[in-house]
């Protein structure tokens, strides 16, 4: 007998939201309906597909043509009694109710039925609310608590996204919203000092996120704020040599943070760059770019080198350069 882990599907119909004691593996919720898997032994709708019964994996390969997200959940492949393709997850025998045998059909539109589960030779009510969680391409979530643009978001240690700034309406943001992925619900955090656009956001090392520049008001600012996941709250470092803003940062491999160009509070697009030193709170000057440019990127390679690309001059206009540090 082989040793199965089965998915384990739990329906509530009101939000259970904080009821989990297990990390779920997803969850999704839709007019408060809410899904969640958990890991379990027991008997499942795609149980020992081989024998007696005939539901497939699904193809999740991207050239197929069903609709099943790949994922680290596999999905089965419900069959109607027309053979028409639903794409779900293998759900716990135990909560499936029967179809009507004679009309093959099911007590409530938000349930199809299906005839190749391994839970029953009779059909089973598949709830369409499962099919979601393989389905491929774009799937709504929770709404922000604010709309927002020229923004930043930043994966956190511990799986949640912090969104930070950014406009809305004409009015620039110092709120920071945090995204749990595993309720698909937004919360609001502390917010920052400053409002900010055109900002930077880099996670460091030891988990905190580090803010700099940006716009508040009119000017670029020359003072970051490092968030803390752990407490919720902002707290200063030191400044920066310059103000700026529509500048970029990069985590360097050893813990250090380069920022580089952008525009400072004198309007003049920058060359400098600058090391932030997390151990110390204390920025220090670095070598400058060949160009001065904003609006450009920077990526770290896996050499350790950051390549910095494009970006405009505020003269001589669009920059193809692109150099190393
Ligand atoms: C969801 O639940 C909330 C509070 O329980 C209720 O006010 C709302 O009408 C419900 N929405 C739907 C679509 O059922
Ligand atoms: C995919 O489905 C569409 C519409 O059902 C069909 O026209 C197309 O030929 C199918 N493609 C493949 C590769 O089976
Ligand atoms: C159902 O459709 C699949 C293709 O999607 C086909 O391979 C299979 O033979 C069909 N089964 C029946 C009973 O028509
Ligand atoms: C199945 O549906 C038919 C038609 O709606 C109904 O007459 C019959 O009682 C249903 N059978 C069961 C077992 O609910
Ligand atoms: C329909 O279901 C009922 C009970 O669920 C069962 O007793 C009956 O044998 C089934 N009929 C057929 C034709 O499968
Ligand atoms: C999110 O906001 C959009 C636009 O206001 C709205 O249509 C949608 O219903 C909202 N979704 C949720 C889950 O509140
Ligand atoms: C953040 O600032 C906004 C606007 O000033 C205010 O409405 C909101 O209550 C503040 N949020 C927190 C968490 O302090
Ligand atoms: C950092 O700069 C801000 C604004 O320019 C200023 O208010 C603050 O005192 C400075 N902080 C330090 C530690 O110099």
Same mark, same amino acid.
């Given at each position: 007998m082989r040793s199965i882990v089965a998915l384990f599907f739990i329906i509530s119909l +009101?939000?259970?939201? /904080?009821? @989990?004691?297990?990390?779920?593996?997803?969850?999704?919720?839709?007019?408060? !309906?809410?899904?969640?898997f958990t890991l379990s032994s027991s008997s499942h709708s795609a149980w020992n597909p081989t024998s007696s019964c005939s539901l497939q994996q699904c193809d999740t390969s991207l050239n197929s043509n069903n609709s099943c997200r790949s994922s680290s959940t596999p999905c089965f492949d419900y069959r109607t009694i027309n053979n028409i393709s639903y794409c779900a997850p293998g759900i716990l025998c135990s909560i499936l109710e029967r179809c009507n045998n004679t009309t093959q059909t099911c007590s409530s539109n938000s349930l199809v039925c299906?005839?190749?589960?391994?839970?029953?030779?009779? %059909?089973?009510?598949? %709830?369409?609310?499962?099919?979601?969680?393989?389905?491929? /391409? &774009?799937? +709504?979530? /929770?709404?922000? @608590?604010?709309?927002?643009y020229w923004h930043t978001a930043s994966l956190l240690s511990n799986g949640k996204v912090l969104v930070t700034g950014g406009s809305a309406n004409g009015i620039f943001?110092?709120?920071?919203?945090?995204?749990?992925?595993?309720? $698909?619900?937004?919360?609001?955090?502390?917010?920052?000092?400053?409002?900010?656009?055109y900002h930077t956001a880099s996670l460091l090392s030891n988990g905190k996120? #580090?803010?700099?520049? $940006?716009? !508040? !008001?009119?000017? %670029? #600012?020359? +003072?970051?704020?490092?968030?803390?996941?752990?407490? $919720?709250? &902002?707290?200063?470092?030191?400044?920066?040599?310059?103000?700026?803003r529509s500048h970029t940062a990069s985590l360097l491999s050893n813990g250090k943070v380069l920022v580089t160009g $952008?525009?400072?509070?004198?309007?003049?697009v920058l060359n400098s760059a600058e090391l932030y030193d997390p151990s110390i709170g204390i920025w220090t000057t670095t070598g400058s770019?060949?160009? !001065?440019?904003?609006?450009?990127?920077? +990526?770290?390679?896996?050499?350790?080198?950051?390549?910095v690309t494009g970006g405009y001059n505020g003269n001589t206009g669009i920059l193809i350069s692109a150099e190393l540090y």
């Open positions: +009101s939000s259970i939201k /904080g009821q @989990t004691t297990q990390l779920p593996i997803y969850y999704c919720s839709e007019n408060n !309906a809410s899904i969640q299906v005839i190749n589960s391994c839970c029953s030779p009779q %059909p089973v009510c598949l %709830p369409f609310l499962a099919t979601q969680m393989c389905e491929r /391409g &774009w799937v +709504s979530t /929770g709404n922000m @608590t604010s709309a927002r943001l110092n709120s920071a919203d945090l995204y749990d992925s595993s309720t $698909g619900t937004w919360t609001p955090t502390s917010n920052m000092t400053d409002e900010r656009i996120v #580090l803010v700099t520049g $940006g716009i !508040a !008001a009119t000017s %670029p #600012l020359n +003072s970051p704020e490092l968030y803390d996941p752990s407490t $919720g709250t &902002w707290t200063t470092t030191g400044n920066m040599t310059n103000a700026r $952008g525009i400072d509070n004198n309007a003049n770019m060949t160009n !001065a440019r904003e609006y450009h990127t920077a +990526s770290v390679l896996s050499n350790g080198l950051v390549l």
